[in-house]
């Protein structure tokens, strides 16, 4: 299976201060159709995942602007531009490629 | 509007057996792909199957090939999960999530908790 290693597990933050969240693949997420097939989720406790970014750089609609995805090779990084309380909560990452679709860990972010 | 509501959960012993459902609607079931991805109390989410929009391709995450079958029913639009063989470890709450068509998840289910204990 496709292995996903996020990091960090847990990130303090500041509110009002950028974050960001790195997600290595063990195998290229490039799909034959050129898309890039790594999505991130936000996950609040009792809720079922909300997707904020697919194909590593997409914004899902309705999801704010401070939220930015970004792919370097099987390097994938999620990044939030000024932290709100609101998103004070867990992240995951999320390959597609290849059957069965594997998540990463999860990274919980922190108030520092 | 897409509604995934699984059911079939509950406390169950070791070795023993478990299916799970999930009633879809809101969208053409049968022409998407459709997957169960598992959540241990406190930890991440898991793949655990996926089967292919018209049942003839299924794939398993390695922890559960071998005892659990993933299956569906077009006509009724719901998913299936036979567990077979359950462990502590599959203690969880499972979702039925829909494929977006290009490699990722659209839309989940709340989930049905799972309880494998003596």
């Known amino acids: 299976d496709v292995v996903l290693t996020q990091s960090p597990l847990s990130l303090p933050v500041t509110l009002g201060q950028p974050a960001s969240i790195s997600c290595r693949s063990s195998q290229s997420l490039v799909h034959s159709d050129g898309r890039t097939y790594l999505s991130w989720f936000q996950q609040r406790p009792g809720q079922s995942p909300r997707r904020l970014i697919y194909?590593?750089?997409n914004r899902e609609s309705g999801v704010p602007d401070r939220f930015s995805g970004s792919a370097s090779g099987t390097d994938f990084t999620l990044k939030i531009s000024r932290v709100e309380a609101e998103d004070v909560t867990v992240y995951f990452c999320l390959q597609g490629k290849y059957w069965p679709y594997t998540f990463g860990q999860g990274t919980k972010l922190e108030i520092k | 509007q897409v509604h995934l509501v699984e059911s079939g959960g509950g406390v169950v012993q070791p070795g023993r057996s478990l299916r799970l459902s999930c009633t879809a609607s809101?969208?053409?079931?049968?022409?998407?792909?459709m997957h169960w991805v598992r959540q241990p109390p406190g930890k991440g989410l898991e793949g655990v199957a996926t089967?292919?929009?018209?049942?003839?391709?299924?794939g398993y995450a390695d922890s559960v090939k071998g005892r659990f079958t993933i299956s569906r029913d077009n006509s009724k639009s719901t998913l299936y999960l036979q567990m077979d063989g359950l462990r502590a470890e599959d203690t969880a709450l499972y979702y039925c999530a829909q494929d977006n068509k290009q490699g990722s998840i659209d839309h989940w289910g709340q989930g049905t908790p799972v309880t494998v204990s003596s």
């Open positions: 194909e590593a750089s």
């Open positions: 089967i292919l929009y018209d049942g003839s391709m299924q």
């Open positions: 809101g969208f053409l079931f049968n022409t998407y792909n």
